[in-house]
């Protein structure tokens, strides 16, 4: 089985592209690679990757893009989880918000932060409101890391120490750089977690040989590179994520590879089994 943390939905406007992550390519994604369940959050980005205001009419607000993920779950049972993606730097929480958190528990399973696409410190009063919100409803909060300083994982380690009842997801381990503060990290909290998203495997083989193989899980940002982001980058080279399938079990045996692929998964952001199929 796998389970895949870090999904998106939505038209994502890179410097160089425009990227369309449609339903119907991450569905066309799992069945092409067999990845049997996956935690899907819409791209609701506020500043663009130069950090410059996404204009108003180009965005809908936190919780129209929760609503389009919670449709896309009732659609596909089985498949299709959701992380909304809050915020931070221009809304704030409403009844309506807390109200489609409280409607879908069956189908929300963590809140979605990206401190850089909302050109915010993870550590800030803004975002602490939402993950007073995530701890209120007893839900993970999975947020974008990276080389970044309101990205790092030095600012989530802040706050999964004044939340020791919020488990923290660093997605990506700090992009851009050689992961080893990340890695730091999540020795130091038991609700500290790493996903592998566009992290090396050497990067996962040192957290495993350090922390055991309870600290990470399975992450892609799919379908970012097209419908074949699990198989090859845009300019046709293996994706990194081919090495995660097709080596990783026989590296660190069968039990470990069942934690990083979906046993963790399982267990932080509380999935039943009866849920996937």
């Avoid at 992550?21 to 996956?38: G, K, N, P, R």
């Avoid at 935690?39 to 108003?56: F, G, H, I, Q, T």
């Amino acid at each position: 089985m796998i389970i895949d943390t870090h999904v998106h939905t939505g038209i994502f406007e890179d410097i160089d592209r425009v990227v369309n992550m449609s339903q119907e390519i991450v569905l066309e994604s799992m069945e092409l690679y067999h990845i049997d369940f996956a935690l899907v959050s819409n791209a609701a980005v506020e500043y663009d990757c130069e950090w410059k205001p996404v204009p108003r009419e180009k965005q809908k607000s936190q919780e129209e893009y929760f609503k389009e993920a919670i449709a896309f779950a009732r659609a596909n049972p089985g498949k299709i989880g959701v992380l909304p993606w809050v915020k931070p730097a221009n809304e704030t929480i409403t009844e309506e918000l807390e109200a489609l958190i409280e409607n879908n528990r069956d189908v929300v399973y963590g809140i979605k932060v990206h401190p850089f696409h909302s050109k915010i410190a993870f550590d800030s009063p803004q975002v602490e409101e939402f993950i007073k919100l995530a701890q209120k409803y007893q839900l993970p909060v999975i947020t974008h890391t990276a080389d970044c300083d309101e990205a790092s994982s030095v600012r989530v380690y802040n706050m999964a120490l004044k939340y020791p009842d919020v488990d923290f997801v660093m997605a990506h381990m700090d992009l851009g750089t050689d992961n080893q503060t990340a890695i730091e990290m999540l020795g130091k909290l038991p609700n500290l977690y790493g996903d592998t998203t566009w992290v090396s495997l050497e990067s996962t083989l040192q957290a495993i040989q350090l922390y055991g193989s309870k600290k990470i899980m399975f992450g892609s940002d799919n379908p970012i590179d097209g419908v074949h982001t699990y198989g090859k980058n845009p300019k046709g080279e293996p994706s990194l994520y081919q090495r995660y399938f097709n080596e990783l079990e026989a590296i660190i045996g069968t039990d470990a590879y069942e934690d990083i692929m979906y046993k963790n998964a399982m267990r932080v952001f509380k999935i039943q089994p009866e849920t996937i199929g």
